[in-house]
Every structure is written in structure tokens, then in C-alpha cells.
């Protein structure tokens, strides 16, 4: 684990940005950047992070830095890394460079999975980074195929019949390992040793490698700003958010929560949860508690952990 | 030196790539393009060239990808047709927006539904307003000489624009035809390798694809119309070095007869061909018609248009692809249009033909300079849209 003292304080992400205070995207790029072992080109899929850190004639990125769209992150970065290889072949390239792609959850679990499934199929050399806010919250809060069961989003509202959305999270780290890549891996902004740990590790990795972070929005989870590392902290401590690698198929708990917190303490700090302590609905956290204890004993068994 | 091979449109265009030194290709497949990546995938698989071949899982992440390619400084070519076009659509205005010089030859296929495979221009026109040159070939060596060519005109620094070379679906891109072809060091020496005006370089690091709101997005805007306009003096640099080199003369506007004829024929690509050949068949006869074909559609050679039709009392212009519920199709509007700017009375009228591959022949062709001629005669236009081979 890196250690407070073995980063840099180069900034290569910088202040001045618009993201929100208590932005998770933020937290993450500035600390990813810090994890960086030679000269990398930024992909950003459109969203947040994008909206907010290159406001024209403004940048906060002090690396090369390419947005195209809001799916293709994956294609995209697909493209550079080709280009890099051929550029090299006829001596027009002659520097080692790490590629980096970062996508929200919409942009990745839904309307970018195909770009990303068939660049992770191909085997392009690049660290594809979803930080999941679990909501589509740069059009302000609309469900994605990542938010979690129970919460309200303007497209899946607390309704009096239907208390927020129906359904449960897709298993995106599984649909990545599927694709026999050598490295996936959950992380949690709270736990930042281990984040940088793996960038480190998905830069290392000669292929596709997959980040897939909890980044908490003050906005759209509706929570005080400065809760949001508590928040993330809450996510893995409540076994909601498992911390774990896949490297080559092999699965790894990389955070064990021999006690775990009810499921009730991440979510009553967040106003996208406040319908469900309402008498009525109360039974919905006890289905997200079950899905909690499912998902957990499913994917400690697959590390080997149960 | 050159020398002359058979080559099916498609092939030609691989060919062409080939030849031109690049480095990406990231395409997907589609008839009746689909032959071009295949072409090109053996000169990879062969190890004939040393560009990097991304085979990927659709058409928006081919241009995608392209745009990648691109802005890391790669010279980058694909192909596409059709439905892959339309998948693409959103990323050819950013293609465009970012100025990534990509070539794409485009082997037009009329748009589903219904569906169909075959040629017409409904692809290309759905987006012709995406900010690309576009180019359309009338035979296998145009696409060849073309291709060769738009690499010079798009990476060009006053123009730094994406290019297409339109070749007709099956007509062109499936028929085997002679194509003279230059030696590969010729061709190598004409296009070079990329000289990018930037590229996503650590060394020098820049945000390309930054958020331009109501303060900037305009001017971004106002530059590409400018580069569009530039682009004029590059082609006819381009095509002239060409020349020199092939001994193939190439412009913005093909012309065929019409120095001293009274009616004409205004059409893009293949048919153009079928025209001349009843034109020459009709002139042999003493009827003074001709064909003007413009090679570059956008930009729209408005001046070189003027001038070809100069002198003429009647104008058949002929569109293969509909603009639905508009006065006449794509190519007649804007002919109408430079037209009237210029107070031109010529009288013109417009067939709508070819839509989903079906035959224009050449007795058809007849019947519309047989119209035309009437038109310059009688100064009267009885029928402003036809529509041409069609069951009624």
C-alpha cells in the first residue's frame, strides 16, 4: 500500500473546476492523477467530469486530455492506442504514455457497454475507470442501469405506489471479468491506499484493465457535502459495496467487514433513501439488506472468503 | 510509372489507402463496403502495410475510434455505407467539430426501411450537413484517384477537414473495371505522412473537446465554414499536382459538352457515366446536350457550376436520394439556389431516380434530355419534379 508520504504533490488534476463540493468525480481524478507512473492521455466520456473540469477556454487538466462523447469512451481510447502503435512502427512516437478513460455510470453500465465490451474484447492496452454516482446526475438525476433498488431519481420517483426504482444494480465487474481481462476491480474513494493501489495496478497491466469506484453526489444522492467520504466509507463498512479484484479470473476480498453496519446507516443519509423509512415502506430496506446479504455472500464465496 | 489493373470499386479504394501511408483503419462491416476492410485486412494480415487495423463492433465505434486515431496524430481511414453511416451520424459533426482530417469512402446504399442494399445517394445526403467534403466518384479510378488525393485536401492546415469519396453502392463498388494505379513510392511521395497541427502529445498537453457554451460555440462554428471555404484553393492545389504526377486531370466540376449545348444534365457520381454515353450518342446526331457532374459537393463549387452552365437554355438535375416534403431533392435545391443568388433565368427541373438500386438506362436518360431540349425550347418547365423509372 502507498503511503500519504510516497505521493506526489504535483497536481495534475487542478483547482477551479465547477464539480460540486463533495464531488466523488473530483476525489477520484485528482487522486487517480496522483497514481500515475509516466506521461497518460485522459479519454473523459461526457458527464460530470467532463462538463465541469474544461469549461472553454478553462481546463483543469494539466495531461493530454480527449473528450468525444457520451459512449464511446472506450472507443475512443481504442483509437489513440492504435494510433500509438503505428506512430511508433514509422518512428512518429517515441514515448512510453499510459491511456485513461473515465466514465460515469451511464456512460458506462448503459448507453457505453458496448464500446466498452468490444475495446475490452479486443485487448486495447487502457484503464477504463467508471465512477459510479449511480444516477444519471450531469441531466440532473435520472435512473441508470447502476442505481440501486429503493432509490428515488427524477425518472424513478418516490412515487406513493412505486417507492423509487424497482430494480437492482447490474453486476459490472462481472460482465468485465467475463471478458477474461487480466484485471477488475471495485474501490470506494474512502479507502484512497487501495484506490491508488489499483490504478497502479490496471496501468501495469499489459491490456484492458476496469475501475469501478463508488463516487458519491451530494446533489444527486442528496447528502451534505461533507459526507461524502462518510458516505463512501458507509458503502463498503455496510457490505453494500464490496472492495475486491479480479486478476486473471481469480476473485480477491480486498476489504473484509467481519461486522457490518445495517444497511440503514449508508442509507439514512441520503434523501434519495428518506421514502423508504416511511412506514409503508419500510420493507424495501429490508429487501435491499437482503440484496446486501446476497450479493455479499456471492461474491465472498467467489473470493474464496465464505 | 503506372500501370492498369483490374480492380472492383471497393478494391480500389483499398487499394488507394493502401498506397497512402495510413496508419488507422478502424472499420466495420457493411455491403456493399464491406469488401474495402476486407481488402484492407489482408494487406495488415499480410503484412503489407504497417497501419494498425481496429476491427470494431460498430460503425459508431469505427468513427469513434477514427476520431481517437486521429487526434493522437495518425493519418486514419475507414469505410462505411448505409445504415453504418447513419450509426455514425453523430460522430461525423464530431469528427468535423474537432477537425480530425479522416478519409472515408462511402459505398452509398439507400437507407432502410424498407430495407435494402443497394445504391443510391439517401445515406450520404441524410448527412450532408455534418461538416465533411464530400467527394463522389464516378468510376473505380476516381475513387482511387480521389482517395489518394482527399488525404492531401483534408490534413492540409488551412483546411484540417474530414473527407468522404462517394462511390455508388454495387454499380461502382462491385464491378470490376481498369484502373490505372501509380507505383507505390508515386503515391507515397504525393501524401507523405501526416503532419499534424497538434496532437494529444505529453510533451504538450491539451484538452481537446472542451464544453463551448453560447460564448464560443458560434466562432468554433464560424471556422469550419471557413475551412470549408479555404478548401477550394487546396483541391484545385491538390488536383493539380496530381495531374502532374498521373497525368489525371481532376476539379470541382466534371464537364461533358456543354460548351456549346443548349440543355444538360446535372447529376453525381455513376450515372454521370451512363449521361455522357447517351450525350455523345445524341450529340453524334446533332442534339447539343451535355453532363455536368460536380465531383466535390461540399463545398459546393458554386462558381465553377455557374460557369459550367453558362450559356445553357435548360438544366435536367438529377438527385438519387428524396428529401422528403422539401421543393426538389439535395443537389436541385442548392442548384436552385446558386441559381437565383446569380439572377440566372435558366429553367431547370429535377428527376428524383435510382432509389434502392433500382436501373436508370440509358433510354431513360434519353427520354430526360429529350425533356430538357424541349424545356430550352419552349422556355417552359411543365414538370418541376419527376420522377424517373418509377411505378406510379
Given at each position: 500500500m502507498v503511503t500519504l508520504k510516497e505521493?506526489?504533490?504535483?497536481?495534475?488534476?487542478?483547482?477551479?473546476?465547477?464539480?460540486?463540493?463533495?464531488?466523488g468525480a473530483g476525489i477520484i481524478a485528482r487522486m487517480t492523477l496522483k497514481a500515475l507512473r509516466r506521461p497518460t492521455i485522459i479519454v473523459n466520456a461526457t458527464g460530470c467530469l467532463e462538463v465541469a473540469s474544461t469549461i472553454y477556454p478553462y481546463t483543469s487538466w494539466r495531461t493530454p486530455w480527449v473528450h468525444v462523447a457520451f459512449e464511446n469512451a472506450a472507443a475512443v481510447a481504442s483509437g489513440i492506442e492504435a494510433a500509438i502503435k503505428a506512430l511508433k512502427k514509422r518512428g512518429a512516437w517515441n514515448k512510453e504514455v499510459d491511456i485513461i478513460a473515465f466514465a460515469g455510470d451511464g456512460g458506462t453500465?448503459?448507453?457505453g457497454i458496448q464500446a466498452l465490451s468490444g475495446a475490452l474484447e479486443r485487448g486495447h492496452d487502457f484503464l477504463y475507470i467508471c465512477y459510479d454516482n449511480e444516477a444519471y446526475m450531469n441531466t440532473g438525476i435520472q435512473r441508470s442501469g447502476a442505481t440501486p433498488h429503493g432509490a428515488a431519481t427524477t425518472t424513478s420517483p418516490a412515487g406513493t405506489k412505486i417507492p423509487g426504482k424497482p430494480e437492482f444494480k447490474k453486476d459490472f465487474i462481472g460482465i468485465c471479468a467475463a471478458h477474461g481481462i487480466e484485471y477488475a476491480a471495485t474501490a470506494s474513494p474512502a479507502y484512497w491506499n487501495d484506490y491508488i493501489r489499483k490504478v497502479q495496478r490496471g496501468l501495469a497491466v499489459e491490456g484492458p484493465a476496469v475501475i469501478h469506484v463508488f463516487s458519491p453526489c451530494p446533489l444527486g444522492m442528496r447528502h451534505d457535502s461533507d459526507k461524502s467520504i462518510e458516505i463512501a466509507r458507509l458503502a463498503v463498512q455496510t457490505r453494500y459495496w464490496p472492495v475486491y479484484e479480479v486478476e486473471n479470473g481469480k476473485y480477491k476480498l480486498n476489504i473484509k467487514v467481519p461486522r457490518p453496519k445495517p444497511i440503514e446507516e449508508f442509507l439514512k443519509l441520503q434523501g434519495r433513501f428518506r421514502h423508504l423509512f416511511k412506514p409503508q415502506f419500510q420493507h424495501e430496506i429490508k429487501r435491499i439488506q437482503e440484496w446486501v446479504d446476497e450479493n455479499w455472500k456471492r461474491i465472498t464465496e467467489l473470493c474464496g472468503e465464505a | 510509372m503506372s500501370r492498369v489493373i483490374g480492380l472492383t470499386g471497393d478494391e480500389a479504394a483499398a487499394y488507394a489507402a493502401k498506397q497512402s501511408n495510413v496508419d488507422v483503419v478502424a472499420a466495420y462491416p457493411i455491403t456493399p463496403q464491406t469488401i474495402i476492410v476486407e481488402t484492407f485486412s489482408e494487406y495488415v494480415f499480410n503484412g503489407e502495410v504497417h497501419a494498425e487495423f481496429i476491427c470494431v463492433e460498430s460503425e459508431h465505434s469505427a468513427m469513434s475510434a477514427c476520431i481517437g486515431a486521429s487526434l493522437a496524430g495518425a493519418r486514419v481511414f475507414t469505410a462505411t455505407a448505409s445504415q453504418g453511416l447513419a450509426l455514425m451520424h453523430e460522430m461525423l459533426y464530431i469528427a468535423s467539430g474537432l477537425r480530425c482530417p479522416i478519409v472515408m469512402a462511402v459505398a452509398n446504399r439507400a437507407l432502410s426501411a424498407p430495407i435494402n442494399i443497394h445504391g443510391d445517394h439517401s445515406d450520404m445526403m441524410g448527412s450532408r450537413d455534418s461538416g465533411w467534403i464530400q467527394i463522389y466518384a464516378e468510376n473505380a479510378q476516381e475513387a482511387y484517384d480521389w482517395i489518394i488525393q482527399a488525404f492531401r485536401i483534408a490534413e492540409d492546415h488551412d483546411v484540417l477537414l474530414p473527407v468522404t469519396v462517394n462511390l455508388d453502392g454495387f454499380?461502382?463498388?462491385h464491378s470490376l473495371e481498369g484502373v490505372e494505379v501509380q507505383d507505390d513510392e508515386e503515391v507515397s511521395r504525393f501524401v507523405s505522412t501526416r503532419k499534424p497541427?497538434?496532437?494529444?502529445?505529453p510533451d504538450r498537453p491539451i484538452t481537446v473537446g472542451a464544453l463551448c457554451l453560447t460564448d464560443y460555440y458560434f466562432e468554433v462554428k464560424r471556422q469550419q465554414v471557413e475551412a470549408f471555404d479555404k478548401a477550394f484553393q487546396v483541391i484545385e492545389k491538390v488536383n493539380k499536382e496530381y495531374y502532374e504526377l498521373t497525368g489525371r486531370e481532376y476539379g470541382t466540376v466534371d464537364v461533358y459538352?456543354?460548351?456549346?449545348?443548349e440543355a444538360a444534365i446535372l447529376c453525381l457520381g455513376s450515372t454521370a457515366g451512363t449521361a455522357k454515353a447517351v450525350a455523345k450518342n445524341l450529340r453524334s446526331k446533332g442534339r447539343k446536350v451535355g453532363v455536368i457532374k460536380?465531383?466535390?459537393?461540399?463545398?459546393?463549387?458554386s462558381e465553377d457550376l455557374l460557369e459550367a452552365v453558362k450559356g445553357l437554355k435548360a438544366l435536367a438535375v438529377l438527385d438519387r436520394a428524396c428529401s422528403f416534403g422539401a421543393p426538389y431533392g439535395a443537389l436541385c435545391s442548392d442548384i436552385a439556389s446558386i441559381l437565383y443568388r446569380n439572377g440566372s433565368d435558366l429553367k431547370i427541373f429535377n428527376g428524383i431516380y435510382g432509389l434502392g438500386g433500382r436501373d436508370i438506362t440509358p433510354s431513360d436518360i434519353k427520354v430526360i434530355f429529350d425533356e430538357a431540349l424541349e424545356v430550352a425550347r419552349t422556355g417552359t418547365v411543365k414538370e418541376p419534379i419527376k420522377f424517373v423509372g418509377v411505378r406510379e
Open positions: 505521493l506526489t504533490v504535483e497536481e495534475l488534476f487542478t483547482s477551479g473546476h465547477r464539480l460540486c463540493a463533495g464531488c453500465f448503459d448507453i | 454499380i461502382l463498388s497541427l497538434f496532437r494529444v502529445d459538352g456543354v460548351e456549346d449545348s460536380p465531383w466535390v459537393y461540399r463545398p459546393f463549387p
